[in-house]
């Protein structure tokens, strides 16, 4: 069965750094798309970021726009989430999504807080 499973959230100072990771198994990782959302408290899950199979395009929300990065690595199977000049307003939990033919599949999630 498909499963997304998240990693690499943490509490963080304004300014720093984290890396998310979401590795990928019970289907064919190099042939879809993947996103990254996330949802703050009181707020409805928005898109962050969505990289095409290959990885050739990537798209970002407005707000992470020139401070977060989305890879992946189809030898892993993992997608990743760099995420640079942290702010309060990141915190959020964040979670790995896949759409499998009609099927629509997310991770647990991981918690991101960004505060001094």
């Known amino acids: 069965q498909v499963q997304l499973v998240e990693s690499g959230g943490g509490l963080v100072q304004p300014g720093g750094s984290l890396r998310l990771s979401c590795a990928a198994s019970?289907?064919?990782?190099?042939?879809?798309?993947m996103s990254w959302y996330r949802q703050a408290p009181g707020k409805e899950r928005e898109l962050v970021a969505g990289?095409?199979?290959?990885?050739?395009?990537?798209n970002y929300g407005d707000s992470v726009q020139g401070r977060f990065t989305i890879s992946r690595d189809n030898a892993k199977n993992t997608v990743y989430l760099q995420m640079n000049s942290l702010k309060p307003e990141d915190t959020a939990v964040y979670y790995c999504n896949a759409v499998v033919t009609t099927h629509e599949y997310w991770g647990q999630g991981t918690q991101v807080t960004v505060s001094s």
């Open positions: 019970g289907f064919t990782f190099s042939s879809y798309a």
């Open positions: 990289i095409s199979r290959a990885g050739g395009r990537r």
